[in-house]
């Protein structure tokens, strides 16, 4: 394992990262953290109005910063953001900092688990299951890649999920 022992969660947005990531820092006994708290904390403001006075851009930037900052910390377990990889100096920080666990699933499930949530500026659109399987078909290829194991998640619950964690990472 790497000297940080860090666990860094990825995957789309309802994939479960901040849910799975708190109850596995719990049975590790590490530090949680979820990188979108982290940029609210840091900002004073919540990210659907960071989005609406900063763009996806200026989000993108906060991310990036908090997330170096993030990635210092030994001992953690970090829920990124669903976007966070699409950047190239994001993925070095997190690959060279944790071993990092792809929580994967299909459209239709990630679309019942974000089902009124407004909170998730991206999903803010009239289509929200198509705006999914877009999101998905961009990133996917950059979560398998990244990802040193990857866990579906679709039929688990979480506690499953979990321990198949703990599992891969003994």
């Known amino acids: ?15 479960g990262k901040t849910t799975i990531g708190k109850q596995l820092a719990k049975k590790l006994s590490k530090q949680f953290y979820d990188s979108d708290y ?3 904390q840091h900002t004073g403001a919540d990210i659907p109005l960071i989005f609406e006075l900063e763009g996806e851009e200026g989000f993108r930037k906060r991310e990036t910063q ?22 190239p100096d ?6 060279d900092n944790g071993i990092i666990i792809y929580l ?3 459209a239709e499930k990630l679309f019942s688990r974000t089902t009124g949530d407004k909170r998730r500026p991206l999903l803010q659109t009239d289509d929200r299951l198509s705006k999914i399987k877009k999101i998905l078909e961009e990133r996917e290829h950059v979560y398998i890649s990244l990802a040193n194991e990857i866990i579906d998640t679709q039929e688990l619950s979480i506690k499953q999920i979990t321990q198949r964690i703990i599992e891969l990472i003994k």
Request: charged residues 20%.
């Open 1 to 15: 394992m790497l000297e940080s022992n860090n666990i860094i969660l990825i995957g789309p947005m309802g994939a």
């Open 38 to 40: 982290e940029i609210e």
């Open 66 to 87: 908090v997330l170096s900052e993030l990635v210092s910390l030994k001992n953690i377990v970090l829920s990124t953001g669903g976007g966070a990889v699409m950047e």
């Open 90 to 95: 994001n993925r070095k920080m997190l690959a």
């Open 104 to 106: 994967k699933s299909t």
